[in-house]
């Protein structure tokens, strides 16, 4: 188990983020920079931190979530609501080559933290900002959350059986989605930064010469909508509205779940050409194979009932273990769908090392996801488990030049 005291590294290492917000979007955007070695202060409301805290299975009265989510990072607690707390956040944003942010738009710059005013002081600044609706536009205002950015970006729509109202995804896809476009954006917008001129030198005079800086401006929705594949030129170019297919990928035929006769559930992707024959083979139903209608995916779609029926009646009379075997000697994609129970005992998750085993503070073992993607001479790291609200405020203030009796002075006064 590494500390907060390990040297971090990574490909970002030297890198400082600054991280304000709440819940998922913008901190998982943050999670994923300090795993690859980037220092990154959390700030947090003394009142309780991130709401997160308290989210779903706890420990001691904080969330297992928790530990993967702040993982890595140092937590500083500062009232915003302070014009001391403001000062000293924005001491750190300009200290930062990244400054992370899911407010509600126009809330940072009440705080005089907004992207225009910090560019004003250091042009290499860098703001990746996160939000329901972009900053710009007629909703910009409303709270947008990633149920509803998965609504208004196609997902929901197109997800469940067409029978049967939209479903969602079982974890929090349009946030995390988003976070990932955050990541892409500030990784986009630093090479830039470091190719105009680098980082800022803290000088605003004739001479300075830095990089130039940017907004990166991730939409939930928009976020979504860029993962919804050729949903506008279907329906643009040929008025196809796509709708709900249940287990099945829409239009690629075979590509669908079914159940076997012990019950559970199986993902097969027979829908190649070359794929198709083999499961058709495999499944004794050679008669299908050398079907001349069903040799290209355009020909298998009006027939798809009937192809998905010899699927099923072959997999009712196999169990989970069997299909598999068969299927995959036969070189066709198929797939058991896994639990979290599935995961732990799973070879090839063990093989790709995928959990990393690590302890609380009071010496209580948990496993947590291991850190992707894998970069084969810079990986990523867990340094330490998300911290204690305000873990780091005595360490982050004294490196601004606090003395341990303004700090004292600043909790008293409620600002930390």
Same mark, same amino acid.
């Given at each position: &188990?590494?500390?907060?005291?390990?040297?971090?590294?990574?490909? @970002?290492?030297?890198?400082?983020?600054?991280?304000?917000?709440?819940?998922?979007?913008?901190?998982?955007?943050?999670?994923?920079?300090?795993?690859?070695?980037?220092?990154?202060?959390?700030?947090?409301?003394?009142? $309780?931190?991130?709401?997160?805290?308290?989210?779903?299975?706890?420990?001691?009265?904080?969330?297992?979530?928790?530990?993967?989510?702040?993982?890595?990072?140092?937590?500083?607690?500062?009232? @915003?609501?302070?014009?001391?707390?403001?000062?000293?956040?924005?001491?750190?944003?300009?200290?930062?080559?990244?400054?992370?942010?899911?407010?509600?738009?126009?809330?940072?710059?009440?705080?005089?933290?907004?992207?225009?005013?910090?560019?004003?002081?250091? /042009?290499?600044?860098? &703001?990746?900002?996160?939000? $329901?609706?972009?900053?710009?536009? #007629?909703?910009?205002?409303?709270?947008?959350?990633?149920?509803?950015?998965?609504?208004? $970006?196609?997902?929901?729509?197109?997800?469940?059986?067409?029978?049967?109202?939209?479903?969602?995804?079982?974890?929090?896809?349009?946030?995390?989605?988003?976070? &990932?476009? $955050?990541?892409?954006?500030?990784?986009?917008?630093? =090479?830039?930064?470091?190719?105009?001129?680098?980082?800022?030198?803290?000088?605003?005079?004739?001479?300075?010469?830095?990089?130039?800086?940017?907004?990166?401006?991730?939409?939930?929705?928009?976020?979504?909508?860029?993962?919804?594949?050729?949903?506008?030129?279907?329906?643009?170019?040929?008025? !196809? !509205?796509?709708?709900?297919?249940?287990?099945?990928?829409?239009?690629?035929? /075979?590509?669908?779940?079914?159940?076997?006769?012990?019950?559970?559930?199986?993902?097969?992707? +027979?829908?190649?050409?070359?794929?198709?024959?083999?499961?058709?083979?495999?499944?004794?139903?050679?008669? &299908?194979?050398?079907?001349?209608?069903?040799?290209?995916? %355009?020909?298998?779609? /009006? =027939?798809?009932?009937?192809? %998905?029926?010899?699927?099923?009646?072959?997999?009712?009379?196999?169990?989970?273990?069997?299909?598999?075997?068969?299927?995959?000697?036969?070189?066709?994609? !198929?797939?058991?769908?896994?639990?979290?129970?599935?995961?732990?005992?799973? #070879?090839?998750?063990?093989?790709?090392?995928?959990?990393?085993?690590?302890?609380?503070?009071?010496?209580?073992?948990?496993?947590?996801?291991?850190?992707?993607?894998? @970069?084969?001479?810079?990986?990523?790291?867990?340094?330490?488990?998300?911290?204690?609200?305000?873990?780091?405020?005595?360490?982050?203030?004294?490196?601004?030049?606090?003395?341990?009796?303004?700090?004292?002075?600043?909790?008293? %006064? +409620?600002?930390?």
């Amino acid at each position: &188990m590494t500390t907060a005291t390990t040297p971090a590294t990574g490909p @970002l290492a030297g890198i400082k983020v600054l991280e304000l917000g709440t819940l998922i979007a913008g901190p998982f955007c943050a999670r994923m920079l300090a795993e690859f070695g980037a220092d990154v202060i959390k700030i947090e409301a003394p009142d $309780g931190g991130d709401p997160l805290r308290q989210w779903r299975v706890l420990k001691d009265g904080t969330s297992l979530w928790w530990s993967v989510q702040a993982r890595n990072k140092k937590s500083l607690t500062l009232n @915003l609501k302070d014009p001391r707390a403001q000062d000293i956040a924005r001491r750190l944003a300009l200290d930062a080559d990244i400054i992370i942010e899911n407010y509600r738009p126009g809330v940072l710059e009440k705080w005089q933290l907004g992207y225009d005013q910090l560019k004003a002081l250091n /042009p290499a600044a860098i &703001m990746v900002r996160l939000s $329901g609706y972009g900053q710009t536009g #007629p909703m910009k205002d409303l709270p947008g959350f990633g149920a509803i950015a998965e609504s208004m $970006g196609g997902l929901r729509y197109v997800s469940g059986h067409a029978d049967r109202p939209p479903v969602r995804v079982g974890i929090s896809i349009g946030d995390s989605v988003a976070a &990932m476009h $955050g990541v892409i954006g500030a990784m986009m917008a630093l =090479r830039h930064r470091d190719a105009s001129g680098g980082r800022w030198n803290g000088k605003t005079d004739d001479d300075c010469v830095a990089g130039q800086g940017q907004m990166v401006d991730v939409a939930l929705y928009e976020s979504v909508f860029n993962l919804m594949e050729s949903l506008v030129p279907e329906f643009d170019h040929a008025g !196809v !509205v796509r709708e709900r297919t249940g287990g099945a990928l829409p239009g690629i035929v /075979p590509s669908n779940t079914y159940t076997t006769g012990d019950g559970d559930n199986i993902v097969i992707a +027979g829908n190649g050409d070359a794929i198709f024959k083999r499961l058709m083979v495999a499944i004794d139903r050679s008669d &299908m194979a050398t079907d001349p209608q069903l040799a290209r995916n %355009d020909g298998r779609v /009006p =027939r798809t009932a009937e192809i %998905d029926g010899a699927i099923q009646s072959w997999c009712t009379t196999q169990t989970i273990d069997t299909a598999l075997a068969t299927l995959q000697a036969a070189d066709v994609p !198929v797939g058991k769908i896994y639990s979290v129970r599935d995961m732990l005992s799973d #070879p090839q998750f063990l093989a790709r090392q995928m959990f990393e085993q690590h302890a609380f503070a009071d010496g209580t073992p948990v496993k947590l996801p291991a850190i992707s993607p894998k @970069l084969s001479a810079t990986p990523g790291q867990t340094r330490w488990l998300g911290p204690a609200l305000g873990a780091h405020n005595a360490e982050v203030l004294a490196e601004l030049g606090f003395d341990a009796a303004a700090i004292a002075q600043l909790r008293d %006064d +409620g600002v930390i």
